[in-house]
């Protein structure tokens, strides 16, 4: 159940809502940190799953790094506090004034995605007379072994340079008098949960791929082998804090380094997801003819996992368990919407507390690409966010039954 001390303390508030337990968010952060200094593996968190100011702030004082995909997350990085130099920026797609913008400014790498993409920093650079920090980013053709739509490591996905490109890239930097050459980057997808086999592939791979670079004459200081640590969204309270030990060990033991060559990990989900929660209300229990459903105030605008790629979250309703707590019957329901789509669907066939209009559900594990990826489909409003340390700054619910006439 989703740790608050009671249920009272959301009765006030208007729902929808992401509440953010910052505490969980700290004891993550801080265990991360710990690690990362204890297997000497440096951390960028990738911004796009969840690019919270107050999370930012906190990340970037403990020293992290920023991995960015747009140049709108490149300008929230550095309002936040990243330090320039590790500031990373990613994508396929970026475009002249993204470019142009980091340029300006000066970032710790351009991730690059392609062979023209590199050609285009080149010339800027040169318009610019600046020098452009580079990387390449590899598609190294491996399986993550996870959902289709987070795969981003094979030859059918978009990421990545692959073999073909890997001369002609190294022609181009070592022709040019605008790139600086950093290192080679790998991601290979998201929510991995097959942390020792996948990774250790990973990092063989990216070790065989680094001494072909080294060969042709390119140093590679930096190898980034990408984000995509998974969590476990059935049981959120039993690990709370992602297993980033054994990431870190796996790579540990399988990637080739030199003292020279500075290693690091993007993650994102495993920094925030657990921290977050969708807190939205019961706004009508309906009958159907084969199923019951739970109508709530939170929709697919709010969270689009569930709907676009299926994903499971952990739904509770909390007002059941904190108030009605000698009603232990349990009732199966799917769990719906209020958008006009028939995949505004966050649960189906789950077994709830007995359930009534008026009830706070919580749909858990929603911190990681959940408000980053909510719309304004239907005209509906965007959730805000709630931190467990702000409760009293809270949007308040208006009772429209007690309110004037
Ligand atoms: N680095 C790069 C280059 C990435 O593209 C990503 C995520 C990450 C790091 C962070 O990966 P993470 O540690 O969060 O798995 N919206 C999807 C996830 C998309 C991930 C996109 N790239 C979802 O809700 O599952």
């Known amino acids: 159940m989703i740790a608050i001390n009671d249920v009272s303390v959301f009765s006030g508030v208007r729902t929808p809502f992401y ?19 204890e297997y000497g593996i440096k951390i ?29 997350e490149v300008l929230l990085a550095y309002g936040c506090g990243f330090e320039p130099s590790e500031i990373m920026f990613a994508g396929v797609g970026k475009n002249d004034k993204e470019i142009y913008d980091a340029l300006k400014t000066g970032i710790g790498s351009f991730n690059c995605e392609s062979l ?10 040169g318009h610019l007379g600046v020098r452009a920090n580079v990387s390449l980013r590899i598609n190294p053709n491996i399986d993550a072994h996870t959902h289709k739509y987070v795969t981003t490591g094979l030859y059918e996905n978009k990421f990545g340079i692959s073999e073909h490109d890997f001369d002609a890239a190294v022609s181009l930097i070592k022709q040019s008098r605008y790139l600086d050459f950093k290192g080679l980057q790998f991601h290979i997808g998201s929510q991995i949960v097959r942390i020792d086999d996948v990774y250790a592939l990973e990092c063989r791979r990216a070790g065989d791929i680094v001494s072909y670079f080294e060969n042709k004459g390119l140093e590679v200081r930096n190898i980034d082998l ?26 540990d033991s399988n990637l080739p380094r030199r003292k020279d060559q500075t290693v690091y990990v993007e993650p994102g989900r495993s920094m925030v997801a657990q921290c977050g929660s969708l807190i939205s209300r019961v706004l009508y229990l309906k009958k159907g ?6 109508i709530i105030d939170a929709g697919m605008n709010d969270l689009i996992r569930p709907a676009l790629y299926g994903a499971y979250h952990k739904i509770e309703n909390i007002t059941a368990f904190y108030v009605r707590k000698d009603d232990t019957d349990d009732f199966v329901y799917d769990i719906a919407g209020p958008v006009c ?10 077994s709830l507390r007995k359930s009534m209009r008026g009830d706070l559900i919580a749909i858990r594990s929603a911190g990681a690409y959940g408000k980053v ?7 509906k409003d965007f959730a805000p966010v709630v931190y467990s340390d702000r409760l009293s700054e809270a949007p308040v619910r208006i009772d429209y039954f007690n309110k004037n006439k």
């Open 289 to 294: 003819e084969t199923k019951n459903f739970l």
């Open 19 to 37: 509440y953010y337990d910052m505490e969980l968010f700290d004891k993550t952060a801080s265990f991360a940190a710990a690690l990362s200094a």
């Open 226 to 251: 990408g984000g995509g640590l998974g969590i476990d969204y059935e049981c959120p309270d039993k690990y709370p804090v992602a297993d980033f030990r054994t990431w870190f060990s796996v790579i």
């Open 116 to 125: 023209e993409e590199l050609s285009v920093i080149n010339a800027m650079a």
């Open 341 to 350: 789509e028939s995949s505004d669907v966050f649960g189906t066939g789950r």
């Open 44 to 72: 960028d968190y990738a911004v796009k799953a969840n690019s919270d100011v107050r999370m930012l702030k906190k990340l970037a004082s403990m020293g992290f790094g920023a991995d960015c995909v747009s140049g709108n």
């Open 373 to 379: 990826m909510a719309s304004g489909y239907n005209c």
